[in-house]
């Protein structure tokens, strides 16, 4: 499915592929919160809403999951800068183990590990 705003985009993506492979998003309470029929809301909203500033959504995801500094494995919430992304200045996606996936108008945006950001894994 192509990106849609609210619906299916990188945040909902990457919740949802969390809720399959671990049976919980890992951002559920977040979702539905950004959208303003269809469209984002703007940044100083978006902070109002949340209680921090978009620049430390960072740590704010460092409190649910666990970050890393190696190659991502299978199933890691990734970012980058190198596919289309909104307010928070990086794209969310999930590793395959080979490489990491995004969401485009098109689809889904196979990119490889190299272009990846940021990494987090699920506490087991």
Same mark, same amino acid.
Request: aromatic residues 14%.
């Given at each position: 499915?192509?990106?849609?705003?609210?619906?299916?985009?990188?945040?909902?993506?990457?919740?949802?592929?969390?809720? %399959?492979?671990?049976?919980?998003?890992?951002?559920?309470? @977040? $979702?539905?919160?950004?959208?303003?029929?269809? !469209?984002?809301?703007?940044?100083?909203?978006?902070?109002?809403?949340?209680?921090?500033?978009?620049?430390?959504?960072?740590?704010?995801?460092?409190?649910?999951?666990?970050?890393?500094?190696?190659?991502?494995?299978?199933? %890691?919430?990734?970012?980058?800068?190198?596919?289309?992304? @909104? $307010?928070?200045?990086?794209?969310?996606?999930? !590793?395959?183990?080979?490489?990491?996936?995004?969401?485009?108008?098109?689809?889904?945006?196979?990119?490889?590990?190299?272009?990846?950001?940021?990494?987090?894994?699920?506490?087991?």
């Amino acid at each position: 499915m192509p990106f849609s705003w609210g619906q299916h985009d990188c945040l909902t993506f990457t919740n949802n592929a969390f809720k %399959a492979m671990y049976g919980s998003g890992w951002a559920d309470d @977040w $979702i539905g919160r950004y959208d303003n029929q269809g !469209s984002y809301v703007k940044r100083t909203e978006l902070e109002k809403e949340f209680g921090f500033k978009i620049r430390q959504l960072p740590n704010e995801i460092d409190k649910r999951l666990s970050p890393i500094d190696y190659i991502p494995p299978l199933g %890691a919430l990734v970012t980058t800068k190198e596919s289309q992304r @909104w $307010i928070t200045g990086v794209a969310f996606g999930i !590793s395959t183990g080979t490489k990491a996936v995004f969401l485009s108008k098109e689809g889904l945006h196979p990119l490889s590990l190299e272009f990846v950001d940021q990494a987090w894994v699920k506490d087991t």
